[in-house]
Nanobody, 123 residues
Framework: VQLQASGGGLVQAGGSLRLTCANS????????VGWFRQAPGKEREFVAT????????LYADSVKGRFTISRDNAKNTVTLQMNSLKPEDTADYYC?????????????????WGRGTQVTVSS
């Protein structure tokens, strides 16, 4: 499994970005996939995760109602739509695949990590 996150950039507060996680090596249609973020000087934190069928999304309280995670197993991608962005959303965003079809918020539940994509929200 080789994951790559893309779609980051600079946006003003209140704006939107759409992040995409792609798997270039093999399908991850049987794995839960999560998004995490790490701001400078802070620990990596959970943002959202989605089960293998795309029917059970789970969000951190800080992004609930603003971010939407979805997946397209035919295209082997997982997307994080981020709306109403705030300066505190500024971080490097990483996608990760779990070993199991359903997973939770813990970093250690995820075995396969990609390179991050930087998101900067200006005030």
């Amino acid at each position: 499994v080789q994951l790559q996150a893309s779609g980051g950039g600079l946006v003003q507060a209140g704006g939107s970005l759409r992040l995409t996680c792609a798997n270039s090596r093999r399908t991850f249609s049987n794995n839960a996939v999560g998004w995490f973020r790490q701001a400078p000087g802070k620990e990596r934190e959970f943002v959202a995760t989605i089960d293998w069928r795309g029917t059970r999304p789970l969000y951190a309280d800080s992004v609930k109602g603003r971010f939407t995670i979805s997946r397209d197993n035919a295209k082997n991608t997982v997307t994080l739509q981020m709306n109403s962005l705030k300066p505190e959303d500024t971080a490097d965003y990483y996608c990760a695949a779990a070993r199991f079809p359903v997973s939770g918020r813990g970093l250690y539940d995820y075995s396969y990590w990609g390179r991050g994509t930087q998101v900067t929200v200006s005030s």
